[in-house]
């Protein structure tokens, strides 16, 4: 069942969305897809499947890179980006008079 346009607005403005007419019915398009898909997941018969507390199986080890130590950012290449330092900090406005 597609998403009229104005539940589609009603879902914009709760996730305070402004939305183009075009986006508009983007969104009601694939907003409308995902409920779909939804409501056949909800038809599976999973009486037989046990509840899980997380996505790996038991006794399962996660997949995790080495842990190695690396070089990190000198004090140049850290505050490149920085809109004003002071030597080696970034320096902020003074909030507190």
């Known amino acids: 069942m597609p998403l ?8 914009a403005a709760l996730a305070r969305l402004k939305l183009s007419p075009e ?4 969104f009601a398009g694939q907003l409308s897809a995902i409920l779909d898909h939804v409501r056949e997941l909800e038809s599976l018969d999973v009486s037989g499947v046990p509840p899980m507390t997380h996505a790996l199986a038991e006794g399962e080890a996660v997949a995790l890179r080495p842990d190695l130590p690396v070089p990190g950012l000198t004090p140049d290449e850290a505050l490149a980006n920085a809109p004003s330092r002071q030597g080696t900090c970034f320096k902020v406005p003074r909030i507190i008079e």
Not at 4 to 11: A, L
Not at 23 to 26: F, I, Q, V
């Open 4 to 11: 009229s346009i104005d539940e589609v607005r009603r879902v």
């Open 23 to 26: 986006e508009e019915r983007l």
